[in-house]
């Protein structure tokens, strides 16, 4: 219960206890992801959602695919180690003692090996693909999950912004921590089985190899590292190229009416220039690399080479032998190089994996609820302290409007949509949904009843009838279609090129501000709740039209509560009942016409 409630529940409101929950997180606790399900099976929650959890569970959720996969890649590296050797027994046992059966066996050998790398090659790669990419989509599940869970977040516990990321790149790195197993299975198969073929041909030259490779990874790492951080840079640069591009588009009319496109353009090109630059320098540093590199690897080999001459010269190895062991320091190269770079990939991989901790362990902004279930029928709406004034109640079946005559006003009311929406808890006071205390009802229960159409509600990427919910399985289309009469959404089909199939923008700029508003209002009324609060539904739209929206909602809206928060004479003529709010809490109520009547303050407020 949230500090400073009243406790007393209305009579009999705790007769049925339908949909509890199980597990009840209090407020403060991250929520779980219940009934999460992928390819037809059930997801499990996380142990602890931390950076090592989600790592363990991106593995052991992959656990058959990673498995096999890294047995393919153990195979095939191994494989990949004894080509060296094979061509170094045909030399000693075909090439040099002129025999075609031997050659015709190692050439058969060797056609095998062959077979054997590449499938095992192609088996592994498509096995792991399979396991970084589950992870991968699982992550994006559950992060979804979590951004949709019915009991929110707290305020700033997550970043709008940072959510696109952590649900793309983010997940993506940590299913790639499926793809460093798998190359360090395969490393590690290679070190094992190359050093042990080395050692036999000669231990002296097995060891120098050995030995040598070790301080030849680590320079090569020590040189890697300036690239890593000039792409971290190029990224980032990148980054705020493209956070600009996007910024400008968003606000492409506001740029356009200031006059200001070419400012807005010197902006965006100086951005990209910071990001061509930080390239250009990420470019360099590869090229040094690279350079560097070769020439370390060559003079290792050289090294290599010129000890294994002596030796082949001296008589203490053959010339396959000689063959074999360079082959074999050549090839042992590239494990040494892998296993240090799967050290970085596993570090970006944890570094997402807390991004992705974060979200799933963000604290609810309230609780499950679900102990007590909301009575049939129209509902009643009790408000009492709510801010620490407020004080208001709406019978059942009642049209209200509320009228907001100052900012400490609005704070009270925006305070109130917020809790009557489910997405916080009042600090002080309570909210009361047809006698039963708001807070105890389970945030899916409490917004089938009842649903707030906030002023700034969003429109979704796709067609106008979608985002109605014209033709969408499950909803009444006669209803739909006299919600959107009513908010006259369907004169706006008519305007626009396309109708109904017209295409909608990102938030659905491509309309007016008026349009946007009326379909909005039409997918409210659309949901057909018991109790409806409309926030300034009408701000864009002409006085004609409103007028006409006004009757129309009015009449839909006939017998089931419904609060419109407006200055809209139109709007609040259609009302039952008009509330005044100043300072916090009720100053004055009664009829739009009795107010007009006796009350100069509100005239001012919503004739002038």
Same mark, same amino acid.
């Not at 009840?24 to 606790?29: T, V």
């Not at 509320?402 to 704070?411: F, G, L, P």
């Given at each position: ?95 040099a003692q002129h025999s075609l059966p031997s050659l015709l066996v190692t050439l058969g050998a060797m056609v095998v090996l062959f077979l054997v790398l590449t499938s095992s090659m192609r088996a592994g790669g498509r096995l792991v693909r399979r396991a970084t990419q589950g992870a991968g989509h699982e992550m994006r599940v559950r992060v979804a999950s979590r951004v949709l869970d019915p009991r929110g977040t707290e305020p ?52 120098v190899v050995i030995l040598g490779l070790v301080p030849v990874s680590l320079l090569t790492t020590l040189i890697s590292r300036p690239l890593v951080r000039r792409s971290a840079v190029e990224q980032a640069a990148a980054a705020r190229a493209a956070g600009t591009a996007t910024d400008f588009l968003a606000g492409l009319r506001v740029l356009k009416g200031l006059g200001a496109e070419a400012v807005a353009a010197a902006r ?57 062991? /360079? #082959? *074999?320091?050549?090839?042992? $190269? ?6 240090? @770079? %799967?050290? &970085?990939?596993? !570090? ?119 985002? /109605? #919910? *014209?033709?969408?399985?499950? $909803? ?6 006299? @919600? %959107?009469? &009513?908010?006259? !959404? ?119």
């Amino acid at each position: 219960m949230t500090a400073g409630r009243t406790t007393t529940r209305g009579a009999g409101a705790d007769a049925e206890r339908p949909g509890v929950l199980p597990d009840d997180p209090s407020p403060g606790s991250p929520p779980a992801a219940h009934g999460l399900v992928i390819d037809g099976r059930p997801l499990p929650a996380l142990d602890a959602p931390d950076a090592r959890g989600v790592l363990r569970r991106a593995v052991r959720g992959q656990a058959r695919f990673v498995v096999p996969a890294s047995v393919f890649a153990m195979v095939h590296q191994a494989c990949e180690a004894a080509v060296p050797v094979l061509i170094g027994i045909t030399v000693d046992r075909a090439i040099a003692q002129h025999s075609l059966p031997s050659l015709l066996v190692t050439l058969g050998a060797m056609v095998v090996l062959f077979l054997v790398l590449t499938s095992s090659m192609r088996a592994g790669g498509r096995l792991v693909r399979r396991a970084t990419q589950g992870a991968g989509h699982e992550m994006r599940v559950r992060v979804a999950s979590r951004v949709l869970d019915p009991r929110g977040t707290e305020p700033g516990t997550v970043k709008t912004g940072e959510l696109l990321s952590t649900a793309t790149s983010d997940a993506q790195r940590v299913g790639m921590v499926n793809a460093a197993v798998w190359t360090a299975a395969g490393a590690a198969a290679a070190l094992v089985v190359g050093a042990a073929l080395l050692v036999q041909a000669s231990v002296l030259l097995g060891l120098v190899v050995i030995l040598g490779l070790v301080p030849v990874s680590l320079l090569t790492t020590l040189i890697s590292r300036p690239l890593v951080r000039r792409s971290a840079v190029e990224q980032a640069a990148a980054a705020r190229a493209a956070g600009t591009a996007t910024d400008f588009l968003a606000g492409l009319r506001v740029l356009k009416g200031l006059g200001a496109e070419a400012v807005a353009a010197a902006r965006y090109a100086a951005a990209s220039a910071t990001s061509r630059d930080a390239a250009i320098r990420a470019a360099v540093v590869i090229a040094l690399r690279t350079a560097v590199v070769t020439a370390l690897t060559g003079l290792f080999l050289a090294v290599v080479a010129f000890l294994g001459a002596r030796l082949a010269l001296t008589g203490q190895i053959s010339v396959g032998e000689f063959i074999s062991a /360079l #082959g *074999l320091t050549q090839f042992l $190269l590239g494990p040494f190089t892998r296993i240090a @770079a %799967v050290g &970085a990939q596993i !570090a970006r991989a944890r570094a997402s994996a807390g991004r992705i901790a974060d979200v799933l362990a963000a604290p609810a902004a309230v609780p499950a609820g679900g102990v007590f279930s909301l009575p049939p029928g129209p509902l009643a709406l009790e408000v009492h302290g709510v801010g620490g004034r407020l004080d208001l109640v709406v019978l059942a079946g009642e049209r209200v409007g509320i009228v907001v005559s100052d900012a400490e006003s609005r704070a009270a009311v925006e305070t109130l949509l917020t809790c009557l929406a489910r997405e916080a808890d009042p600090e002080r006071g309570t909210i009361r949904l047809g006698g039963v205390d708001l807070d105890d009802v389970d945030p899916v229960a409490a917004r089938e009843r009842l649903l707030v159409a906030h002023h700034d509600a969003v429109l979704f990427t796709g067609t106008l009838a979608e985002n /109605l #919910g *014209l033709g969408v399985p499950g $909803l009444d289309e006669a209803a739909v279609r006299r @919600a %959107v009469r &009513a908010a006259d !959404a369907d004169q706006v089909a008519e305007v626009v090129p396309g109708g109904y199939d017209a295409v909608l923008t990102e938030r659905g700029r491509s309309l007016s501000g008026g349009q946007r508003q009326r379909v909005a209002l039409a997918r409210a009324l659309a949901a057909d709740t018991d109790v409806l609060v409309l926030a300034d539904p009408t701000t864009g739209v002409d006085g004609v039209t409103e007028a006409l929206i006004a009757e129309r909602v009015a009449a839909l809206r006939a017998g089931r509560t419904t609060l419109t928060v407006t200055r809209s004479p139109a709007l609040l003529a259609g009302t039952d009942r008009v509330v005044v709010i100043s300072g916090g809490r009720v100053r004055a109520e009664g009829t739009h016409a009795e107010l007009a009547g006796i009350d100069a303050a509100y005239r001012e407020l919503v004739l002038r």
